[in-house]
């Protein structure tokens, strides 16, 4: 029973940090079509935003809002020096992110040097949850990535900003006839998906490596995600659990390498499966 | 220059340098002109038939691996046998990676995605599987080339790997100026017009999918070869999306650019890693970024844009007079039976039966969302029928996808022209009428000649084309580019035409004209011509018979005379009856 | 539709390609001349050392510091007098972590540049790359980091400490220090991971010890929680991780959190070295074990002179010294002193003088053997307070090998 209960947990939290992780990804390659092969190093640039508040002595939530803030500003800059240009082929965008994301690990290793730097945990240790010991600072990010992804869906849904973002995605010409300006719009979205990224990287400092190429261990996983969730933010808890769950209850029934290999057959059935929904041309 | 060593001699000149300039910087300019063979591939794929592959390097390492194996493993034939398990696995591969994606259907983006997590597969895959890669360490010693007892040295062996590049190249860059690579460019640009045409689409686009996989595991052979190494690096995601970024960089929609791209950048990289330890993969970095802003179509597009263009000779299409086609002597027309179809839970038709038999015009008319577009596409094999049957010419064709039924004699034209711009009407032509007449084979074999059946000549006759033919079709007007699509569907030798509002947004002049062109189709070719119109005047002066299609059933049927005393479609139709359309 | 017509685009290629051409050729007759022309003559100029090493990539934390002391090592021999009567200057080539870049850069500092000995500090799978090319230039090849042993080549000198040399007898003095004996063995799923816990299991086994369970995870792991609970539900009293930099802060702060920390399961670590220890945090890493050549809080005279000269040449702020980069410095060290005393800069003349060659090196002697591997001391440090304290030093520990020499 006990067993039961900490792998739900283990399943819980680690879902939490994929969703964390991909739900910039969601909005920019979902909505926008953009592929950023650079979204891990936003999660980067969040996460040393975080760093530096920590050697300021500052309190952690400081670390959490100088991070959204930063990656915010990141991802502005970024659309209008350059995701601005590439909208009318996608596919351009794979060079000009891949080149982005080498830009800015140099950049960071030339700012901050190679070293692992060190976030603290602000909730160290277990806490109990049903009897049951679980890491405390898990439970957090997990409440953080059910907030923060209802947020957006909320956002999406419910805020005349989000419906012209719904309306863009669909159709930016026609939308542009009715009166909304699609510039504005993609440039909040892609600044939005950065500051998600980075809040996301300022969250996962406190139980990762951080250091100019981490990033890289995310972009992978965080695709993964958004390939199983389709183009659609909602469906993201979902995947983000499916995905979890996979790779946690393999990897502790046989190792963590058939886990790995099974995480990409689920991801591939999810392409092939129901392509309808996120990915197939419209007949 | 003759076209011949024009084409030759640069490459030549790479890969003489390549054995010529020692083991040292021979070696790596063999090694990267594997690479860029590899990169010119994925241009074929990519660039010309619109196919995004993040996962190219999965069948350049499997081939890799597949040469190192036998190289290691099959003794004095080593080499020749993992050239050909290498080319082998990487068509095995490459297919069974096409099965799965590309007969879905699925977007370049959703193929592109499927590719991707195959490349961080295939990566884990050779980390793991560690008796036959050599996992995380891969295989190293591979011999260097040899046949039996035939010892090369190592320039020689460096010359094979070079020469084998050399060739596979030239292949590829006359491929892609072949009839076969212009389709394939065409199936890129409009897939469904493509399919009217008599294309196999989804076979096309594997096909050459397939074919790029062969040619990239044969050179993940070469590779081998060349740097007697191979390890997992080379088979995942970062070298499947340095293909990627060395083909945009050169031009994907061209051959020669990707491989001088990859030429460069790898001399560059590794020239600069030497010349600036700590800043060499930021200028890397910067200058992609640089790359997509100021030369988004690629270096090689852009030099050509900065060039004379007589330099670019025209391409001559000939164009001749097929016999006619026998097809109509079989006869028996459009028969159509109790068709249905049902998205979801909107029926867009329900059991419409047509008859076809006879030559002559049938126009089919209703109010909008009646179901008219929707019964043109179920019957040319666009969309799927719920049910029914459709027989042509005596055939029960039911289901049928609509290259096959474009081949059986059923033309179909869509409602907004869709001819290539950038070719010209001849090249228009002459692919229209391959997609009734050549297979790939000949479409790799034959050169830019066509001949058109009689009834596409009439309509081109009638449309005055004659002098035109080597003008690009962007340059002609709306209706003439209508009265083109007419001629290239006509091209297919068909019995019966199915065609989509073929006067709107025409003038009254251009109007007459369809009216006569068709009129002349029914008189002197015998064809079936199935018309959706809305314009009474023009049916009222083409049309033989009407059928009024309503919320996807037929409302009635009969003479023009018939249709337009019947009171219940007058009542459907208030005000449109009435008069006709300004 | 856009379709470019490949052929006419030759001509415009034709002068690309040729001078892309022209350029590597040039390339080649500079470096064919420069190769020739230092190696071989013997008077005048700098002899080259190639250092190979991360410089970016997964593995280029390490990079800085090694390319530092390879710097300081050279100031060091220029200071005693150089190599054959000549200056020594270093060369440093960057593998980015990627065997086959690896393999180009090296055929580069072989070639091009002419370097009389190849120095590498980097992956075991850019080792089996560069190997042939260091072969057939005929240029000797030291390979110094840690590393998972069992190699034999005749062209090879590694002087990383082996898992035999680190586990051998750290094992049985763990398990008597903490009266444990049940063990969970966690590695990187590669080569030196695989080695060094096959390694771990013969030596447990043999002292009484027992292997509670085993896994392997993939380089670049983010997310342990549920190989955590796999090592719970085993509950060992030890732990052994094999796990290389972010992957083991990444595994050691989530089992901290986890309740699976030091004080669950005591760690034995055979590349926890400062910078990955510090990435953890001082309350995380606090009592760990770790087992290695090189610490720097060792308290030798040689030691405490080369981290002066070190901070001296770098300033306090250089990137931290570790057992990985002290290897380094005692590789090039030897080399000096082995081909002063063969009078040659050629690959076997160096060999024949390396084999038995002992030098005083940070961490203590270390010997050079004739089967290619160095006899060296072996420090168990603890964690205590942010900096590791030796508990136990094995001096002349000798390495497995399948070099007879």
Redesign the interface.
């Known amino acids: 029973m006990d067993q039961t209960i900490a792998l739900t947990l283990g399943v819980l939290s680690s879902a939490a940090v994929l969703a964390l992780t991909a739900v910039g990804l969601s909005l920019s390659f979902g909505l926008m079509r953009i592929i950023n092969l650079a979204h891990g190093e936003f999660l980067t640039i969040g996460a040393y935003s975080s760093v530096v508040t920590a050697d300021h002595g500052l309190p952690w939530g400081v670390g959490l809002a100088a991070a959204a803030a930063v990656g915010l500003g990141a991802g502005a800059l970024t659309e209008l020096l350059l995701i601005r240009r590439l909208y009318r082929s996608p596919e351009l965008s794979i060079l000009a992110t891949f080149g982005l994301s080498i830009v800015v690990r140099q950049l960071i290793q030339l700012g901050f040097g190679k070293d692992y730097r060190m976030v603290a945990n602000p909730l160290p240790g277990a806490t109990k949850v049903l009897g049951v010991p679980f890491p405390a600072y898990q439970l957090l990010l997990t409440a953080f990535a059910v907030a923060i992804v209802m947020a957006v869906l909320a956002a999406l849904r419910f805020t005349s900003l989000g419906l012209r973002v719904r309306a863009v995605a669909n159709d930016a010409a026609l939308s542009e006839t009715l009166g909304v300006r699609s510039a504005r719009v993609n440039l909040v979205v892609f600044a939005a998906s950065a500051g998600l990224a980075a809040t996301a990287g300022a969250l996962v400092a406190p139980v990762t490596n951080v250091q100019p190429d981490m990033g890289l261990d995310y972009v992978f996983t965080t695709f993964l995600v958004v390939i199983v969730a389709g183009r659609r933010v909602a469906p993201l808890l979902i995947a983000a659990l499916g995905l979890a769950a996979v790779q946690n209850l393999t990897t502790f029934w046989t190792d963590p390498l058939l886990a790995r290999l099974a995480v990409l057959l689920l991801a591939f059935l999810a392409v092939q499966v129901r392509p309808s929904a996120s990915f197939r041309v419209a007949p | ?1 003759n ?1 011949f060593v ?2 030759v ?3 030549s ?2 890969a003489a ?2 054995v ?10 063999a ?1 990267f002109l594997v690479l860029g063979t590899v990169t010119a591939a994925l241009a074929l794929t990519w660039g010309t038939a619109g196919i ?1 592959n993040l996962g190219h390097s999965v069948t350049f390492g499997v081939g890799a691996y597949a040469g190192a194996w036998f190289g290691l493993h099959a003794g004095a034939y080593g080499s020749l046998a993992g050239l050909a398990a290498g080319a082998l696995l990487g068509g095995v591969m490459a297919r069974l990676i096409a099965a ?2 590309l007969r ?11 590719t ?3 490349a ?2 295939a990566e ?2 050779a ?2 599987w560690t008796p036959v890669t050599g ?4 295989l ?2 591979i011999p260097r080339f040899h046949v039996g007892a035939l010892a090369f040295t190592a320039t020689a062996a460096r010359g094979v790997t070079a020469g084998l590049s050399v060739l596979v190249i030239l292949l590829l ?1 006359s491929l ?2 072949r009839p076969y ?2 389709a394939l ?2 199936i890129r ?2 897939e469904r017009r493509m399919a009217a045409l008599g294309y196999d689409v989804g076979a096309a686009k594997s096909g050459a999918f397939t074919f790029t996989g062969v040619v990239a595991g044969l050179m993940g052979a070469v590779y081998v070869l060349q ?3 191979v ?1 997992p ?2 088979i995942g ?2 070298m499947g ?1 340095n293909f ?2 060395w083909a ?2 050169g ?1 994907r ?5 990707p ?2 791209a990859t ?2 950048v790898n ?1 560059g990289a ?2 600069l ?2 010349a600036a ?6 200028v ?6 640089a ?3 100021l030369v ?1 179509d690629g270096v ?2 852009m ?2 844009r900065g ?1 004379p263009t007589r ?3 025209a ?1 001559q299409v000939v164009l001749g007079v097929a016999a006619p086609s026998t097809d109509s002597l079989a006869g028996g027309g459009l028969v159509v039976r109790s068709v249905g179809c049902r998205f979801g839970p909107f029926t867009a038709l329900r059991g419409v039966d047509l008859d076809l038999i006879e030559p002559g015009v049938h126009c089919l008319i209703g109010p909008n969302g009646a179901g008219k577009s929707t019964l043109l596409d179920v019957l040319s094999g ?2 799927s029928a719920t049910g029914g049957s459709w027989q042509l010419n005596g055939q029960d064709v039911t289901g049928r996808p609509p290259w096959e039924l474009t081949r059986s004699g059923l033309g179909r034209k869509f409602q907004a022209p869709s001819v ?4 010209t009407l001849a090249e228009n032509l002459a692919m229209a009428r391959w997609g009734r007449t050549h297979r790939t084979l000949a479409l790799i074999r034959r050169r830019w000649t066509a001949e058109l059946p009689p009834e596409a000549w009439f309509v081109l006759d009638a449309a005055g084309f004659a002098d035109r033919m080597d003008t690009p079709a962007a340059s002609l007007s709306h209706g003439a580019q209508q009265m083109l699509e007419l001629a290239m569907t006509l091209t297919a030798n068909c019995t019966v035409l199915l065609l989509d509002e073929p006067t709107a947004g025409m003038t009254r002049t251009e109007t007459q004209q369809i009216a006569e062109v068709l009129r002349g189709l029914v008189r002197d070719h015998g064809l079936t011509v199935l018309v959706v119109e809305h314009d009474m005047a023009f049916i009222r002066s083409v049309a033989d018979r009407v059928t009024v299609l309503r919320g996807g059933e037929i409302m009635a049927s009969g003479t023009v005379a018939e249709i337009e005393s019947n009171s219940e479609v007058s009542a459907v139709y208030v005000g449109r009856a009435a008069g006709d359309r300004p | 539709m856009s379709t470019i017509k490949p052929t006419h685009l030759s001509r415009t290629w034709l002068a690309v390609t040729a001078a892309s051409a022209l350029a590597l050729t040039g390339c080649a007759t500079d470096g064919g001349k420069s190769s020739a022309g230092k190696q071989h003559s013997d008077s005048g100029g700098t002899l080259k050392i190639g250092l190979l090493t991360s410089m970016s990539g997964p593995a280029g934390l390490f990079g800085p510091a090694t390319r530092n002391v390879a710097e300081l090592a050279a100031q060091e021999i220029n200071a005693s007098g150089g190599v054959l009567g000549r200056k020594v200057g270093v060369v440093i080539g960057d593998d980015a972590t990627n065997p086959d870049t690896g393999r180009q850069t090296a055929a580069r500092l072989l070639n091009s540049d002419g370097v009389s000995v190849l120095v590498g500090m980097h992956t075991s799978a850019t080792r089996e790359a560069v190997l042939p090319e260091a072969r057939s230039a005929g240029t000797l090849y030291m390979y110094t980091p840690v590393f998972e042993g069992g190699t034999c080549d005749s062209d090879l000198f590694t002087n990383g400490e082996a898992p035999s040399q680190q586990l051998k007898q750290t094992i049985p003095w763990t398990q008597s220090a903490t009266g444990r004996k049940k063990w969970f063995l966690l590695g990187n799923d590669y080569s030196w991971g695989r080695a060094s816990l096959a390694a771990a299991k013969q030596y447990i086994t043999a002292s009484g010890g027992q292997v509670a369970g085993t896994a392997f995870v993939p380089l670049g792991t983010t997310d342990f929680q549920a190989v955590i609970q796999k090592i719970q539900q085993a509950n060992p009293g030890l732990l052994l991780p094999a796990l290389v930099g972010g992957d083991a802060i990444a595994f050691e702060k989530q089992a901290y959190d986890a309740g699976l920390g030091n004080s669950q399961a005591q760690r034995l670590g055979i590349l926890y070295e400062e910078n990955t220890l510090a990435g953890m945090g001082p309350k995380v890493a606090e009592g760990m074990y770790t087992s290695l050549g090189y610490f720097q809080s060792l308290d030798t005279p040689a030691n405490s002179a080369f981290l002066t000269a070190y901070r001296k040449k770098f300033g306090a702020k250089a990137p931290t010294v570790t057992s990985l980069s002290e290897q380094t410095y005692v590789a090039i060290k030897a080399w000096a002193q082995a081909a002063n005393a063969a009078g040659s800069t050629k690959a076997k003349d160096v060999e024949a003088k390396l084999g038995g060659l002992s030098v005083d090196a940070p961490a203590g002697k270390v010997t050079f053997e004739k089967n290619r591997t160095a006899t060296q001391p072996i420090y168990v440090g603890q964690v205590t307070g942010a900096t590791v304290k030796i508990k136990k030093a094995f001096p002349d520990v000798a390495a497995d090998s399948q070099c007879t020499g």
């Open positions: 220059m076209p024009r084409q001699l640069p490459i000149l790479a340098t390549a010529l300039a020692g083991s040292w910087a021979g070696g790596l300019l090694q995004l799965v994606g879905r259907r699925l977007d370049a983006v959703g193929f592109a995605l499927a991707f997590v195959v961080l597969a884990q895959v980390n793991r996992g995380f360490n891969g190293t010693d860059a892609a100026r690579g212009a460019a065409a640009d409009n740097v007697q190494f390890s690096g080379l995601l970062a999306t990627v970024v945009m960089l031009s929609r061209t051959i020669w650019g491989v001088v030429l460069v001399a590794n020239q890693a030497g330890l700590d800043y060499w993969l930021l890397t970095g910067a200058a992609f970024i790359a997509v802003v988004p090689a597009v030099v050509r060039l330099w670019f000779r391409r666009f969309t290539a711009g950038s070719l």
